[in-house]
């Protein structure tokens, strides 16, 4: 976490807590996901480090990147793209989305499930 300078509280889950974050050395803005290990089964964290295994080696314009995991003493953080910009936000903003944009939507969906199924990735 000693790479990083945190900006602001993006969100909770049931797997953690995302942070907007810095690099210090790069300045690139990143999202952390910080997963507490307490509570988790020794098996939980096998499968966690797994899926960031695979998710280290995708590579498709709209599957978010990941950019590093590592492990503290009481965490497992992983280090990803920073989405500016999310549905959820953006149907808030604007109410409805017109036709065009619902097929870029769908469209930029289906071509990313088409990249995970091709790579035999489930999700």
Same mark, same amino acid.
């Given at each position: 976490?000693?790479? =990083?300078?945190?900006?602001?509280?993006?969100? +909770?889950?049931? #797997?953690? &807590?995302?942070?907007? $974050?810095?690099?210090?050395? %790069?300045?690139?803005?990143? $999202?952390?996901? /910080?997963?507490?290990?307490?509570? &988790?089964?020794?098996?939980?964290?096998? @499968?966690?480090? !797994?899926? @960031?295994?695979? !998710? &280290? !080696?995708?590579?498709?314009?709209?599957?978010? &990147?990941?950019?590093?995991? #590592?492990? %503290?003493?009481?965490?497992?953080? /992983?280090?990803?793209? =920073?989405?500016?910009?999310?549905?959820?936000?953006?149907? $808030?903003?604007?109410? @409805?989305?017109? +036709?065009? !944009?619902?097929?870029?939507? %769908?469209?930029?969906?289906?071509?990313?499930? =088409? =990249?995970?199924?091709?790579?035999? /990735?489930?999700?």
């Amino acid at each position: 976490m000693n790479s =990083y300078v945190i900006n602001s509280f993006v969100g +909770e889950g049931s #797997f953690g &807590r995302v942070f907007k $974050a810095k690099h210090k050395d %790069t300045d690139a803005v990143v $999202a952390l996901k /910080v997963i507490r290990k307490k509570g &988790r089964s020794s098996k939980d964290l096998k @499968c966690l480090k !797994q899926e @960031c295994d695979i !998710q &280290r !080696q995708l590579n498709h314009p709209n599957i978010i &990147r990941m950019i590093d995991s #590592f492990d %503290t003493d009481t965490e497992l953080v /992983v280090v990803t793209e =920073y989405a500016e910009k999310e549905l959820h936000g953006i149907l $808030a903003k604007e109410g @409805c989305l017109n +036709e065009e !944009q619902v097929k870029k939507i %769908t469209w930029d969906l289906v071509s990313a499930l =088409y =990249y995970l199924h091709s790579h035999r /990735v489930l999700h």
